[in-house]
C-alpha cells in the first residue's frame, strides 16, 4: 500500500488506474479505525478494481467548543489494518493540502435543509463542513464508487444531495452499521467512554429497538420519542434528540411513510454517540 499526502502525487497514482479503465471507490475517513471502516474497506474491494482510503481530521466540521484536538490519531495501527485488508492507496493530507487559502477563505459546499436538523441543530455548521471535505476528497481522487456508513445516517442523506445537486460523476453506496456484540454502533468516539459508562452505552441501541418494536406495534410517533427519551435517561445517557423521520428524506413522517428511520444522539460522560434503526411499517 502506498501513502501520498499531496493532491498531485494522489492524481499521478490514480491516473494509470483510470487509463487502464479500473473502476476506483473512495473510501473518507477520519482515522483511528475499527470494524466499521474495515467493513467499508471490504465492500468497496467488492465494488471496485482500486481501492483509495482518506484519511484526514476536518477541523471545518468540528465546533469551537468540540474535540478536534482529543480526537484519536492511530496512524500506524491504521495503516496495518488497511494493508491487511488489501487497500491500494491512503491519502493522509495535512489542513494546509485541503485548505491552501485556510479554512476562513475556503468556498465552503451548503445543503440547506437537511443540514439544519438534529446532528445539525447540535452542532451548527457541522454538515457544512463535511459536504465541503466530501465534495474537496471526491474532486481530487474522482472516484467512481463512494462508500459512507449508515451509522452517520444523516451525513449519508447530505452527501447524496449534494452528489445529485451538483452533478457529481460519482456513485454513493450506503454500508449497514456494524456493531459490538452487545449492539453499540462501533465508533471511533466510544474509545472516551470509561469503563462504566462503556456498560451503559448499549442501552442506546436496545432504547432504539423498543421504539421500533412500539412503532410496529401501533403507538403513535411522538409518544414514542417521548418513552425513548426517558428510557434513555433512566439508563444513565442524556438525550440530545430521539426522533422518528421518514427514511427517504428525513421528513415527518406521515401515515403513507412505511420507510421509517429512528435516529438518536445521546450525550454519555466526553462521548457524544449516534445510532439509528430503520423499518418498516405497515403503511395506513
Ligand atoms: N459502526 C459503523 N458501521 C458502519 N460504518 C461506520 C461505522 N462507524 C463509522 N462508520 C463510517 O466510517 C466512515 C468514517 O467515519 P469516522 O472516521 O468518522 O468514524 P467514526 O467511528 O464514525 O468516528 P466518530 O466516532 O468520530 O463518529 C463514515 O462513513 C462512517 O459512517
Ligand atoms: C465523511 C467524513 C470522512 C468527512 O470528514 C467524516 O465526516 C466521517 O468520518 O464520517
Ligand atoms: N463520523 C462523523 C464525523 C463527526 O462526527 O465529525
Redesign the pocket.
Known amino acids: 500500500m502506498n501513502r501520498v499526502e499531496r493532491v498531485a502525487a494522489l492524481r499521478a497514482r490514480v491516473a494509470p488506474w483510470r487509463a487502464a479503465a479500473e473502476r476506483v471507490a473512495l473510501v473518507p475517513t477520519?482515522g483511528n479505525l475499527h470494524r466499521g471502516h474495515l467493513t467499508l474497506v471490504r465492500e468497496a474491494r467488492a465494488r471496485a478494481d482500486r481501492v483509495v482510503v482518506s484519511i484526514f481530521v476536518n477541523p471545518l466540521?468540528?465546533g469551537p467548543s468540540e474535540d478536534l484536538d482529543a480526537y484519536p490519531r492511530t496512524l500506524e495501527e491504521d495503516m496495518r489494518q488497511l494493508e491487511a485488508e488489501g487497500c491500494d492507496l491512503l491519502f493522509t493530507p495535512t489542513s494546509d493540502v485541503v485548505y491552501p487559502r485556510g479554512q476562513d477563505g475556503q468556498t465552503r459546499v451548503e445543503v440547506p435543509g437537511l443540514s439544519d436538523l438534529l446532528c445539525g441543530a447540535s452542532r451548527p455548521g457541522?454538515f457544512a463542513g463535511?459536504a465541503t471535505v466530501v465534495c474537496k476528497l471526491l474532486n481530487m481522487v474522482q472516484p467512481d464508487v463512494a462508500l459512507f456508513g449508515e451509522k452517520?445516517f444523516q451525513?449519508l442523506m447530505v452527501i447524496r444531495c449534494m452528489v445529485e445537486d451538483l452533478d457529481m460523476p460519482v456513485e454513493v453506496v450506503g454500508v449497514p452499521i456494524v456493531r459490538e456484540a452487545d449492539g453499540l454502533a462501533m465508533s471511533s468516539r466510544n474509545g472516551y467512554l470509561t469503563p462504566t459508562e462503556r456498560e451503559r452505552a448499549p442501552a442506546l441501541y436496545r432504547v432504539l429497538t423498543e421504539a421500533a418494536g412500539a412503532l410496529q406495534a401501533g403507538d403513535a410517533v411522538e409518544a414514542v420519542e417521548t418513552a425513548a427519551r426517558v428510557r434513555l435517561s433512566e439508563a444513565g445517557l442524556r438525550p440530545d434528540y430521539v426522533s422518528i423521520r421518514s427514511a427517504a428524506d428525513l421528513s415527518q413522517p406521515c401515515r403513507a411513510d412505511d420507510r421509517l428511520v429512528i435516529l438518536a444522539a445521546a450525550y454519555l460522560g466526553r462521548a457524544r454517540l449516534i445510532d439509528n434503526l430503520q423499518l418498516r411499517r405497515a403503511s395506513g
Do not use: A, G
Request: hydrophobic share 45%; charged share 15%.
Open positions: 477520519m466540521q468540528f457541522h463535511v452517520d451525513q
